[in-house]
């Protein structure tokens, strides 16, 4: 009996102990796929970098740095939200060059209370890409910074349909430079023939405390007049499956081409490739002149079947192929939802299968229509591998604004494979950091490889970036050099350009910096918050308010401006339902 009772009780100890490991394992937090934390740091594709460069940009990697608090409020903090600035948070005022902001607050997890799905997100099945947020970066450990350019705004249009619906976008949707490049800065043109203008100015942040500037670079396009432009050839390739019924999608992808069928000339050329369960063409290459005929086949598409996007790409490239206009702009024009659920539905194994058609000179551009079942990762990629741009049209006046006002700028292009490189200056700036452009990255010592991919630009397009910089107390001189290198589309001729940024050029005080810098500034602003970006310094959507009225002022009729500042107020009263 004592032995069965000595058994009984090692059983039941051992039984505790089992027990007392799986609840403990039950309760230890487990890390996301999508935490952002993982990749806050991440500067792209900058791995072929030194390690020393990453933990110099850290701010656990610096003294200064470590001994900021590290905001950790609970779970359902707004970080965009409406409350006061923790004193704790400010910037610190020493002079330190390894002196780093603090990290921002982690992302909410809150929604607003508008009958959420049972998953708590509004829309089903919608997928982004998380390409993290760029570091700090020492300057004496690497004093370049080298991107493609990009005149992509599908982020800015995706962020509208979601505050249309009474929601804040998902954070993992924001992409900081399709907010800044939806925009007209006003940038002077080009002169002495040259294709591009570079524009720089430097002033105090407005957010990151004694110490911290925000330098803006921008890069205006040579406008050309529309009768001007190169004779086109556009291929429609066109999403007719059953998820294009939703929301009357199919219908506005009709109205939105209409739109620019009205446009074009009569030695452009049109044709139309239809994708569902399987594709078709229903329209060969057909002249402009012939609107009628287009007309009619766009207004006959009917939503069925399933997606299978390569098949419609397949005999929309094979079109494309046959119609090639030599020395004009040859396009293929994508409208879907993005979602592809049938035939090939990787996104790398459709940019192989098309390499060789955009490297002839076919252009990708891809158009997004509709909110739930959309896959926004698969559109701006096939784009930005197809050497074309992507656009989210959310509202008729979008449509109007891509394919009528800026139509010659959507098909002409005046730059191929364009990069900028910005060198800073060690002994003026000790840290920097580019706002935005993560999935962009170009490597330093592919500034002059012309063999590598960049950006296309068209005409009249603008490019702008923002960085935050850490100046050296008291230096004096250059800031930083500016250098945007970019093939000619109709030769092999590569154009280089330089200016230079100076110290003298700085703005002594943000209240004396140009409209235009506060404008791009309150953008980039707008959307760190929205992205919960670490370094967004504590400030809310209320200040950024503020400081796009202030903007506005020189821009009082520009109705892209007020309807940024009524989009921040819509918001902002979001959040603070939150």
């Given at each position: 009996?004592k032995?069965?009772?000595?058994i009984?009780?090692?059983?039941?100890?051992?039984?505790?102990?089992?027990?007392?490991?799986?609840?403990g394992?039950?309760?230890?937090?487990?890390?996301?796929?999508?935490?952002?934390?993982?990749?806050?740091?991440?500067?792209?594709?900058?791995?072929?970098?030194?390690?020393?460069?990453?933990?110099?940009?850290?701010?656990?990697?610096?003294?200064?740095?470590?001994?900021?608090?590290?905001?950790?409020?609970?779970?359902?903090?707004?970080?965009?939200?409406?409350?006061?600035?923790?004193?704790?948070?400010?910037?610190?005022?020493?002079?330190?060059?390894?002196?780093?902001?603090?990290a921002?607050?982690?992302?909410?997890?809150?929604?607003?209370?508008?009958?959420?799905r049972?998953?708590?997100?509004?829309y089903?099945?919608?997928?982004?890409?998380?390409?993290?947020?760029?570091?700090?970066?020492?300057?004496?450990?690497?004093?370049?910074?080298?991107?493609?350019?990009?005149?992509?705004?599908?982020?800015?249009?995706?962020?509208?349909?979601?505050?249309?619906?009474?929601?804040?976008?998902?954070?993992?949707?924001?992409?900081?430079?399709?907010?800044?490049?939806?925009?007209?800065?006003?940038?002077p043109?080009p002169?002495?023939?040259?294709?591009?203008?570079?524009?720089t100015e430097?002033a105090?942040?407005?957010?990151?405390?004694?110490?911290?500037?925000?330098v803006?670079?921008?890069i205006?396009?040579?406008?050309?007049?529309?009768?001007?432009?190169?004779?086109?050839?556009?291929?429609?390739v066109?999403?007719?499956?059953?998820?294009?019924?939703?929301?009357?999608?199919?219908?506005?992808?009709?109205?939105?081409?209409?739109?620019?069928?009205?446009?074009?000339?009569?030695?452009?050329?049109?044709g139309?490739?239809?994708?569902?369960s399987?594709?078709?063409?229903?329209?060969?290459?057909?002249s402009?002149?012939?609107?009628?005929?287009?007309?009619?086949?766009?207004?006959e598409?009917?939503?069925?079947?399933?997606?299978?996007?390569?098949?419609?790409?397949?005999?929309?490239?094979?079109?494309?192929?046959?119609?090639?206009?030599?020395?004009?702009n040859?396009?293929?024009?994508?409208?879907?939802d993005g979602?592809a659920?049938?035939?090939?539905?990787d996104?790398?194994?459709?940019?192989?299968?098309?390499?060789?058609?955009?490297?002839?000179g076919?252009?990708?551009?891809?158009?997004?229509?509709?909110?739930?079942n959309?896959?926004?990762?698969?559109?701006?990629?096939?784009?930005d591998?197809?050497?074309?741009?992507?656009?989210?049209i959310?509202?008729?006046?979008?449509?109007?604004?891509?394919?009528?006002?800026?139509?010659?700028?959507?098909?002409?292009?005046?730059?191929?494979?364009?990069?900028?490189?910005?060198?800073?200056?060690?002994?003026?700036?000790s840290?920097?950091?580019?706002?935005?452009?993560?999935?962009?990255?170009?490597?330093?010592?592919?500034?002059?490889?012309?063999?590598?991919?960049?950006?296309?630009?068209?005409?009249?397009?603008?490019?702008?970036?923002?960085?935050e910089?850490?100046?050296?107390?008291?230096?004096?001189?250059?800031?930083?050099?500016?250098?945007?290198?970019?093939?000619?589309?109709?030769?092999?001729?590569?154009?280089?350009?330089?200016?230079?940024?100076?110290?003298?050029?700085?703005?002594?005080?943000?209240?004396?910096?140009?409209?235009?810098?506060?404008?791009?500034?309150?953008?980039?602003?707008?959307a760190?918050?929205l992205?919960?970006?670490?370094?967004?310094?504590?400030?809310?959507?209320?200040?950024v308010?503020?400081?796009?009225h202030?903007?506005?002022?020189?821009?009082?009729?520009?109705p892209?401006?007020?309807?940024?500042?009524?989009?921040?107020?819509?918001?902002?009263?979001?959040?603070?339902?939150e």
């Amino acid at each position: 009996m004592k032995r069965r009772n000595s058994i009984l009780i090692a059983l039941i100890i051992c039984l505790t102990l089992v027990l007392t490991a799986c609840g403990g394992a039950a309760g230890t937090p487990t890390s996301s796929t999508t935490d952002r934390s993982n990749t806050a740091n991440q500067h792209s594709n900058r791995q072929n970098k030194s390690s020393e460069n990453s933990a110099a940009a850290s701010p656990a990697a610096s003294p200064a740095a470590s001994a900021m608090p590290q905001a950790s409020p609970p779970p359902n903090t707004v970080a965009a939200g409406a409350a006061a600035r923790p004193a704790a948070e400010a910037p610190a005022a020493d002079s330190s060059r390894d002196a780093q902001p603090p990290a921002a607050h982690p992302r909410p997890t809150a929604r607003p209370d508008r009958s959420p799905r049972p998953d708590d997100e509004p829309y089903d099945s919608t997928f982004y890409r998380n390409y993290g947020v760029n570091p700090f970066v020492d300057t004496l450990e690497d004093p370049r910074s080298t991107f493609a350019m990009d005149v992509d705004t599908a982020s800015y249009g995706v962020m509208r349909r979601y505050l249309a619906d009474g929601y804040l976008p998902d954070p993992d949707s924001v992409r900081v430079e399709e907010y800044l490049n939806s925009f007209n800065y006003r940038y002077p043109q080009p002169e002495d023939g040259s294709m591009f203008a570079v524009y720089t100015e430097a002033a105090p942040s407005p957010f990151g405390g004694k110490g911290y500037d925000m330098v803006q670079i921008g890069i205006q396009g040579r406008t050309i007049q529309e009768e001007d432009r190169a004779p086109a050839s556009l291929t429609f390739v066109i999403d007719v499956s059953g998820s294009m019924e939703r929301e009357e999608r199919l219908e506005t992808v009709k109205q939105a081409l209409a739109l620019l069928v009205e446009q074009l000339r009569a030695d452009d050329q049109i044709g139309i490739v239809v994708y569902g369960s399987d594709a078709r063409s229903i329209l060969p290459p057909t002249s402009g002149a012939n609107k009628g005929r287009i007309l009619s086949a766009i207004d006959e598409l009917q939503p069925s079947g399933s997606t299978n996007v390569e098949a419609g790409l397949d005999i929309g490239f094979a079109q494309a192929e046959e119609a090639f206009v030599p020395d004009g702009n040859n396009m293929i024009l994508l409208c879907s939802d993005g979602v592809a659920n049938n035939g090939v539905t990787d996104p790398e194994t459709l940019l192989q299968t098309y390499r060789r058609y955009t490297s002839q000179g076919i252009k990708l551009s891809t158009y997004g229509f509709g909110m739930g079942n959309f896959n926004d990762e698969l559109m701006e990629r096939l784009a930005d591998a197809g050497n074309g741009i992507y656009s989210y049209i959310d509202t008729l006046d979008e449509a109007e604004r891509v394919f009528v006002h800026n139509l010659t700028g959507t098909l002409q292009l005046i730059a191929r494979d364009a990069k900028i490189q910005v060198e800073f200056n060690p002994d003026v700036v000790s840290h920097y950091r580019l706002i935005g452009y993560e999935n962009r990255d170009v490597t330093d010592q592919d500034f002059r490889n012309d063999s590598v991919d960049a950006g296309e630009v068209g005409a009249g397009h603008s490019v702008t970036a923002l960085y935050e910089i850490r100046r050296v107390p008291d230096a004096t001189g250059d800031i930083a050099t500016v250098r945007i290198r970019y093939h000619q589309p109709d030769n092999s001729k590569i154009i280089e350009e330089t200016q230079t940024l100076r110290s003298e050029d700085r703005r002594a005080s943000f209240g004396r910096a140009s409209g235009r810098f506060k404008l791009a500034v309150s953008v980039a602003q707008y959307a760190e918050l929205l992205r919960h970006s670490r370094w967004f310094q504590g400030s809310t959507l209320d200040d950024v308010v503020e400081l796009a009225h202030e903007a506005q002022r020189d821009f009082e009729r520009d109705p892209d401006v007020t309807e940024f500042i009524r989009l921040l107020e819509t918001a902002a009263s979001l959040a603070r339902a939150e």
